[in-house]
Every structure is written in C-alpha cells, then in structure tokens.
C-alpha cells in the first residue's frame, strides 16, 4: 500500500494478520515520525555542523525518507533484504539520494560515525545502545517500544533488559521513561560519553527520547549525578527521591510505617530542554499531519515540572472518596496555597506537584 506522510509518498506492505514475515510499518507511529522531523529543523539551528543522519533499523526507510527530504545525508540499515529494497525503492520513488546498508546496525555504528542517530526498533533498544553511544556525534534518538517492561509489569524482563528494577505504581509511564534514561545515561557514561535528554515524551505505548551528546569523563560524571531511586509507599503514596548509584532506602514509610517498594536506578533529573521545545513546537509546519497533537504535547512537555513523579488526581480524589474538581481549580488552588504545580502529558488528570500527599488533600478539600 503506499503511505503519505510529510512531503513524501512510500510503499509499505499491507499490515495485518498473517503478514507477520512482511517489513514492519506501524501507522500509530506517524506522531514519532512527525516530531522527528521537527525535531530534525529545529537540531539544525543548533548544531549547523549536523549533517549525516542513519536510520539504523529502517524497515521501510520511511524515517530514512522524510530526513532526506529535510536536506540530510541519509544512511538506512537492515538486516532484512526485503527492507533493504524497500528502502532503496522508496528513495527512487521520491527522488531522493540515501546510502542503504544490508547490514546490522551495531557493527555499521562502530565503524562509521554519524551526527544523528535514530534507533526505532521491535522491543527494546539497548541491544543497541553500546555501539549507538559509540558511532553517535551529536544526537541520539531513541525509541522503545517494550513499555510493560519499561513500567515494571513484566517486571524480571525490566530488570534484565535495563539493569535497574521497575516498579508497577500509579505514575507507571514515567517509571518507563525514568528507566530507560537511566539505562541510557549510564551506559553512555561507560564511554565516557553524557547523554542529556532534551525531549522525551511517553505517546501510544511506546518511549521517545532525544539525547544529546557531551564527551569526556567530567560531563559523563555529571549525569550520574541525576541518575538515583524513588522510594514508593503503595499504603500512602508518599514518594521521597534519592540521588547516587548505591541506595539507601528507609526500613519502613516514615509517614505511616508500611513497607516502602525500591525503584531504581532511574534517572531524575530534566527529561526535555524548554528551550529546546520551543524551537521544536515553531518547527512543527502545515505539511506535518499530526500537528494538532504535537502543538499541544510540546507546550505541556515544557510547562511540566522538573519533579521525579506525577499523580492523577482521579485517583486521588477517588481515594479520598470526593469527587474530581476541574484540573483548573485544582491547580489553581495548589498554587494559592504556595505549591508549584503544572499538567503533565501523562494523561488528561495528571499533574506534577511539590506538595506532599498529606498536603494536596488538605490544600483541595474545600473543593471536593
């Protein structure tokens, strides 16, 4: 079938039940693939050296395609030959130049380098990481796809996929984007290198983040400075936050003595750049069909608190047996009583606060 998105036109197999063995195109992701470009525009202004670009798990060549139609050097890899032709045909179709490399993408990453990096694959990306962190000179974008174990609901392939233990709580998507920046970060700093998020985004069951890279043994130090655990009490929600790689977590709650769950190492610092965001969200032009949707993610991507974790309010309030105000008031009234307190893009009742749980109930009561 052929598939519009952007300035270009693909051909893709028909996707569906019994074309399993077909070369993998996923529709869900045009959001991804949209903000990738965007992405691509406003990385430009920023690094105007940035030239060469590798789709390392192409597929289609779609991702590959649309950065060739930004004016990058394309390099699309896969081990499959039929996603080799497809990505080959797809570049004639548009009439577009692009290297395409029937190959796996990690020993092609550590014998070439290229100034982006995009590694889209089936699952987790961190088969993959080692040799992006190596083959990688200024931006590397990831996306993960494997959100259960990212969350901490299929809880031991979270532990062996990314070195860290997952925690199943309330605030689960960004448990999966905390873990996968942590994994990130602290293998990048294995070569010396500091991976700094400036955006990430938990969209439609799947992780995307953008790391731009720093080299040398001081600037990989500093990151680990922001990667530590989250100290979780299911009975009363209270979260405390720990920076470092060896925890020290408390022997019980010491808000109502229950047993405290362990998470970690996640990261904890900033998950997007606001500045940054702003250039992305001008970038995001009529030819982008997702646009309606990016606008908005992206303001409230850079309005978030820089906080470890996030609460739904419906959840609380149903806890506590009121009923739900307007996320407006509710706010509002976190702010008045001297709270910082933002929307998230969790969800449509998520908010980031500084208040304490004991305090967000008792601050809001009068509005229930």
């Known amino acids: 079938m052929y598939v519009s998105e952007g300035d270009v036109e693909v051909v893709v197999p028909e996707q569906g039940e019994g074309n399993s063995d077909e070369v993998f195109y996923n529709p869900v992701q045009e959001l991804n693939r949209d903000l ?108 993960a796809t494997d959100t259960a174990p990212l969350c901490g609901a299929h809880f031991e392939s979270g532990v062996r996929s990314y070195s860290a233990v997952p925690r199943n709580t309330e605030y689960h998507a960004e448990m999966g984007v905390r873990i996968l920046l942590s994994a990130l970060v602290r293998t990048g700093a294995r070569y010396d290198v500091a991976a700094n998020p400036i955006l990430t985004h938990a969209s439609d069951h799947y992780v995307r983040t953008y790391l731009e890279l720093d080299r040398g043994a001081r600037v990989a130090n500093a990151t680990l400075e ?58 995001v032009t009529a030819d982008l069909a997702t646009g309606d949707e990016l606008r908005p993610l992206l303001q409230t991507l850079a309005d978030e608190l820089p906080v470890p974790t996030h609460y739904d309010q419906h959840r609380l309030t149903k806890r506590w047996g009121r009923p739900a105000p307007s996320m407006a008031a509710f706010l509002d009234k976190l702010r008045s009583g001297g709270y910082r307190a933002s929307r998230t893009h969790y969800g449509g009742t998520t908010f980031k606060t500084t208040a304490s749980v004991p305090d967000i109930r008792a601050i809001t009561g009068e509005l229930g």
């Open 36 to 143: 990738t470009v965007a992405v691509l525009r406003a990385y430009r202004e920023r690094e105007p050296r940035a030239a060469t670009y590798l789709d390392a798990t192409a597929a289609s060549g779609i991702r590959g395609v649309r950065a060739a139609s930004e004016g990058w050097e394309i390099t699309c890899a896969d081990v499959d030959p039929d996603a080799v032709e497809l990505c080959r045909e797809n570049l004639t179709r548009n009439d577009l130049a692009g290297t395409v490399c029937h190959t796996d993408a990690n020993p092609l990453l550590h014998q070439e380098y290229f100034d982006v990096v995009d590694v889209d694959p089936f699952g987790t990306p961190i088969p993959f990481a080692d040799a992006a962190f190596q083959g990688t000179r200024n931006l590397l974008c990831v996306t």
């Open 226 to 283: 922001d990667v530590g655990y989250i100290y979780h009490c299911q009975q009363c929600l209270r979260r405390q936050t720990e920076r470092g790689l060896t925890g020290d977590p408390p022997p019980e709650c010491p808000n109502c003595g229950h047993h405290v769950q362990t998470a970690g190492p996640v990261w904890l610092g900033r998950t997007c750049d606001p500045e940054f965001l702003d250039v992305v969200r001008s970038r």
